[in-house]
């Protein structure tokens, strides 16, 4: 009877999943346009006070994204006192949409990876799962990596496409 050998198992291959650097935290949108004087502008004392009053804990731990969607001008102090208030509570908050702050998560996530635990090795970025990845991701991981992987390969081990070969006549410094 012939034996099976799992070559995938025995390649040395390190998967890489960007699945495990979404944040888990809830994301909500907070459009300033709530504040403004019938749609069209802000009025300072009305937003200081609604800034003094509000309850900021309903922010605790999640990711906000400041938006202001209607066609108004408002002042970028506005803006910044909404953030400093967010300060303490929300995990990250960003001016933008959503799409702008899940750049930002994984930016923050990627950020964290100590990338010196893959030098020399053999990275497989998986390519699909169960929770959408944002392209700006894939590029941010390997714009971390290549400095320190010996090779680069994106999908699932059974089926890669090369991505990056470190040449023979660079050693890893």
């Known amino acids: ?43 300072e004392k009305d937003f200081r006070e609604f800034i003094k009053t509000h309850d900021w804990t309903q922010y605790d731990g999640k990711n906000v994204a400041i938006i202001c969607s ?11 006192l909404l953030a400093g208030k967010l300060q303490n509570h929300a995990h990250r908050y960003v001016f ?16 964290g990876v100590d990338a010196e635990q893959f030098r020399d090795a053999k990275l497989v970025i998986k390519g699909c799962g169960d929770k959408p990845v944002p392209t700006y991701a894939y590029v941010a991981i390997m714009q971390k990596l290549l400095p320190v992987a010996a090779s680069i390969m994106y999908g699932e081990p059974c089926s890669t496409v090369p991505l990056y070969k470190r040449p023979k006549d660079k050693v890893s410094a």
């Open 1 to 43: 009877m012939e034996e099976f050998v799992n070559r995938v198992a025995n390649s040395g291959l390190v998967t890489f999943n960007l699945e495990e650097f979404i944040h888990a935290g809830e994301r909500v949108v907070y459009d300033i346009k709530d504040n403004l004087f019938h749609g069209l502008m802000l009025r």
């Open 70 to 80: 209607s066609d108004a001008i408002v002042p970028t102090w506005a803006y910044m």
């Open 96 to 111: 933008g949409n959503l799409e702008a702050l899940e750049q930002e998560l994984f930016q923050e996530a990627i950020a």
